[in-house]
């Protein structure tokens, strides 16, 4: 059986293929992570404590209901928020105390982002839109559009480089974010309902375009979904229950 046949009937990876990411040093881990929010006059304690290990190479899937707390771990994880307690390690670095300059240094090197919106600048190309963090990161002009060109193409979009995003599809568009989020070779990227705005099929096709770069990149990747059938295509999926995140099966 074929892995993506394997992915799509809901089988699981061959235990060896996944023991071989898990003897790797972890590039992103998350200890104790603690988030809450006033609402009103009460705090709402989202996340109680989540830990979770990814190595290199990893597809991890995060499940959950609405307001379970999987976009606020993927903003601590993401160096975006800071949690009331725990630590965020990435590639073996505490960034918990780290200050503002330095957490900025690792999210622009080492993590990727895709969320529901792509949030693409409309005046800029597709070409532009994927170079223009690798300029940010000191990388030259025809280093970054030689990659954006690169990963755009790998991704179907070869005959797209020069359009902005006001001339493309919702799909089209997504997979542009997607090769953004890989443009500076990150260690892993962290994805926020990366097809919630798109219908089933195209939703399948921009999971799987997301799937098959991060392998080839091998970069590790954090997915928070709704969607159960394209979870299945992860190696490993967790949900929050009651802030903390437990392992999912499927049969």
Do not use: W
């Amino acid at each position: 059986m074929s892995d993506t046949v394997a992915r799509r009937s809901g089988a699981r990876r061959a235990p060896a293929a996944v023991a071989s990411t898990a003897n790797l040093a972890a590039v992103l881990s998350l200890r104790g992570v603690m988030r809450s929010y006033r609402s009103g006059d009460r705090m709402l304690e989202v996340l109680k404590g989540a830990d979770l290990d990814v190595h290199p190479g990893d597809m991890v899937g995060l499940v959950g209901p609405s307001g379970s707390g999987k976009s606020s771990l993927l903003h601590a994880a993401g160096l975006l928020e800071h949690p009331d307690a725990g630590q965020i390690v990435v590639e073996g670095r505490d960034c918990s105390v780290l200050g503002e300059n330095e957490r900025t240094k690792v999210r622009l090197h080492k993590i990727g982002f895709v969320y529901q919106f792509h949030h693409l600048l409309p005046e800029f190309t597709a070409l532009d839109n994927v170079a223009m963090p690798q300029r940010i990161a000191g990388k030259s002009r025809g280093a970054a559009r030689d990659r954006a060109k690169a990963l755009l193409e790998q991704l179907g979009l070869g005959e797209r480089l020069h359009h902005q995003p006001a001339q493309m599809s919702g799909g089209e568009q997504q997979r542009v974010a997607i090769a953004r989020a890989l443009a500076n070779a990150p260690r892993v990227v962290l994805a926020d309902e990366p097809t919630g705005n798109l219908d089933p099929g195209t939703s399948e096709a921009v999971f799987k375009a997301l799937f098959d770069l991060c392998r080839r990149e091998g970069v590790a990747a954090v997915v928070a979904t709704h969607n159960m059938e394209l979870a299945r295509f992860m190696d490993r999926v967790y949900g929050l229950r009651d802030g903390h995140l437990e392992a999912r099966e499927f049969g």
